[in-house]
C-alpha cells in the first residue's frame, strides 16, 4: 500500500523560498513517477511538477518554470520541491501523487487523472 506524507509548508512573504518533502513508502522511487499538484480555494487542483522513474526527466508547469526544482532522494524515499520567488498566486494546499500501479512506470505527466495515490497536501500561504 502506497502513502505519501507531504512536509514544509508555511507562510512564506512573498519573494521567499520554501522547500518541501513528500516521504513515499510503499513503493521504491526508481519505479514510479511522483507528481506535485496544488489546490488554491476556490480552483480546481493543478499540476506544479513532476518526476519520471529511472530517468528522473522532470516536467514543469509554466507557473513553475524558472522558480521551482523538482528533485528526489531515493535513499530516503522522499521527494522534493524548492519553491524559490514565491508569490500570492502561489497560496495553496500543495500535494503529492504517484499514478496506479500498472502505470507507475510511464513517463510523468502534470494530468491529475494519471495520479491515484495522494497525500493528504501542507498548506503554502504567500502573504506580508
Known amino acids: 500500500q502506497v502513502q505519501l506524507v507531504e512536509s514544509g509548508g508555511g507562510l512564506v512573504q512573498p519573494g521567499g523560498s520554501l522547500r518541501l518533502a513528500c516521504k513515499v513508502s510503499?513503493?521504491?522511487?526508481?519505479?514510479?513517477?511522483v507528481g506535485w499538484f496544488r489546490q488554491a480555494p476556490g480552483k480546481e487542483r493543478e499540476g506544479v511538477s513532476c518526476?519520471?522513474?529511472?530517468?528522473?526527466?522532470?516536467s514543469y508547469a509554466d507557473s513553475a518554470k524558472g522558480r521551482f526544482t523538482i528533485s528526489r532522494d531515493n535513499a530516503e524515499s522522499t521527494v522534493y520541491l524548492q519553491m524559490n520567488s514565491l508569490q500570492s498566486d502561489d497560496t495553496a494546499v500543495y500535494y503529492c501523487a504517484v499514478p496506479a500501479p500498472l502505470v507507475r512506470f510511464r513517463e510523468c505527466d502534470l494530468t491529475v487523472q494519471s495520479y491515484e495515490s495522494w497525500g493528504r497536501g501542507t498548506q503554502v500561504t504567500v502573504s506580508s
Open positions: 518526476i519520471s522513474p529511472l530517468t528522473a526527466r522532470r
Open positions: 510503499g513503493v521504491t522511487l526508481d519505479y514510479t513517477a
